[in-house]
């Protein structure tokens, strides 16, 4: 009977261990990681607002050249070639203009694709597809254009294999935004378009592990107490 006590007294302790494992693993891969493209123009790429052809922001075949991890659990600072990356974009529909400020809503959609041979992503593989929250074009002083997608939105839409490269946990939370710069000409009075394809920026996701829990939570604890009562007891 003793060396069932121990023997149950050993595995609440490796279960209370196991726990606590869990949610310290969990506390440091919420620290800031980012998971980001570099995205530059190319002889085919265009980023288009006209008017008079429909309300919304295109993204046309912007080129896709590296993927990086940082502060990731997994591989943080390594530096990927992407084969055939492609950026392609619709955000939602205009919504308003002020001085030299074009706001875009949310809806429409996104895709990148490519292929990544180190993390044995074949070409062509979807690398992530979602939907803005919203987006916003703002003309620099020199006449030209910057362009900036300030919120978006991809879901759980990324490629696991990436995530699971980086070290990143399946089910985490997506928070991803854009950032792209371009030299423009004028559509009418209001439109415009990276006719001389001058583009740079990149697309940053920044995923947050799904919390465990409350239950599970409240598991650890009870584990964690009842290894400590064994203890104190002798038993």
């Known amino acids: 009977m003793k060396g069932f006590k121990i023997n149950k007294f050993k595995n609440l302790l490796l279960a209370a261990s196991i726990m606590a494992t869990l949610l310290l693993s969990t506390g440091a891969a919420q620290a800031a990681l980012s ?29 896709v050249t590296t993927v990086t991890g940082t502060d990731t659990p997994l591989n943080s600072g390594t530096n990927h070639s992407i084969v055939g990356g492609l950026l392609n974009f619709q955000t939602g529909a205009y919504t308003s203009q ?8 949310g809806g429409g ?24 929250l919203s987006a916003t074009v703002t003309e620099l002083p020199v006449g030209s254009f910057r362009f900036d997608i300030v919120g978006a939105t991809f879901g759980d839409s990324d490629n696991p294999n990436i995530y699971q490269y980086f070290g990143v946990p ?41 919390p465990i829990p409350a239950a599970a939570w409240l598991l650890g604890s009870g584990l964690l107490g009842l290894a400590g009562i064994r203890r104190r007891t002798g038993n």
Do not use: E, K, R
Request: charged share 5%.
């Open 109 to 132: 959609t996104i895709s990148m694709t490519g292929g990544i041979s180190d993390i044995g992503l074949p070409n062509n593989s979807t690398l992530l597809t979602g939907s803005f």
């Open 35 to 63: 998971i980001s493209y570099a995205v530059t123009g190319g002889s085919s790429s265009s980023i288009v607002y006209n008017p008079s052809a429909d309300a919304f922001l295109h993204g046309n075949n912007l080129t």
């Open 170 to 210: 399946a089910g985490s939370i997506c928070s991803n935004a854009m950032s792209l710069s371009f030299l423009a000409t004028s559509i009418g009075s209001t439109g415009f378009t990276s006719g001389n394809n001058t583009i740079a920026g990149q697309v940053v996701d920044t995923p947050t592990p799904t």
């Open 98 to 105: 002020s001085q030299g400020v074009w706001n875009f809503g």
